[in-house]
């Protein structure tokens, strides 16, 4: 039992880390990572597995119970599948979930569930071709419905589809929503972050009245889903289908949120939506001590934002979703 939890200063205990493995992805979505962007983390400025483990090892020491590697993609960094086995194997980690955008997943799906993985997270934003080379930048439905199918075929339970709703795809709910429930598989439907200019311009949609229209037509009711996000989650009454919706505009969840991200090259970002950071890669090539790494994460907990200013500033951020992690 840890003693001293991580408790920011509103009082929520910070227990889910998301950590990126790598900035790099073979798609370009243009909410996240625009076509043309090429300003790139270093390869030699990346946190190696052995200074991860050092890190997170501290982190589960301090009550981080949950790990989601994104990135990019961070089925893209080189043996991931290891660092998987090297952070389920941590004390105090207790679910190691992974998100992807499931084009490289039919080859790993069952190397990560025997590494450890409890869970997976699969980005999809169509079931229409023309519209997934467009929203994502290439041809890739095929090979995303394969990497589902062998998630599956693995054993991963449950499965999780995220589909950002913008304006151009927004028509495809009632089709997604087929398609999860033929499946099994949760569909989580994700208001669009105004992070970055293009993200901006891709058009958001309040999820409140689909919200509403979902639960009247299939009579959902108010349902518990495993993990640690911001999902609040309807479920049919037999149990069949379940989805998630994540409002951070319409419904900001700032009050319980109990996570926090660290990227590539080791900065640690305390909210999604603001600029309180703390950079872990200088302190530890510095030669700092499992004490003083201690005392920073304590120090950069503190500085955890109330909220974000998504609604009041959306021209506040410039980075773009893959440079935090999702």
Known sequence: MTLNPLVDRFGRTIEYLRLSVTDRCDLRCAYCIPEGFKDFEEPEHWLNFDELERLLGLF???????????????????????????????????????????TQLDKM?????QAGVTRLNISLDSLRPEQVEKIN????????????EAARAAGFAPIKVNMVVMRENADEIDAMVAFCMERGFVLRLIELMPMGDTARRMGYVDLQPI????????????????GGGPARYLGTPDGRFTVGFITPISQHFCETCNRVRLTVDGVLHLCLGQ????????????????????????RAIDMKPERHDFLEQPQKLVRFMSMTGG
Do not use: H, W, Y
């Open 109 to 113: 799906a069952g190397a990560l569930k």
């Open 275 to 298: 600029e309180e950071r703390l950079d872990f890669r200088a302190l530890m090539r510095a030669g700092a001590t499992d004490a003083d790494l201690t005392e920073a994460i304590r």
């Open 137 to 148: 930048g290439r041809p890739v439905l095929n090979k995303m419905l394969a990497g589902l």
């Open 211 to 226: 919200i509403a229209g979902l639960r009247q037509r299939f009579g959902l009711v108010d349902t518990l889903m495993r």
């Open 60 to 102: 589960a020491g301090l009550g981080m119970k949950r790990v989601r590697l994104t990135g990019g993609e961070p089925l893209l960094r080189r043996n991931v599948v290891d660092l998987c086995g090297r952070i389920a194997a941590l004390p105090g980690i207790e679910d190691l979930s992974l998100s992807s955008n499931a």
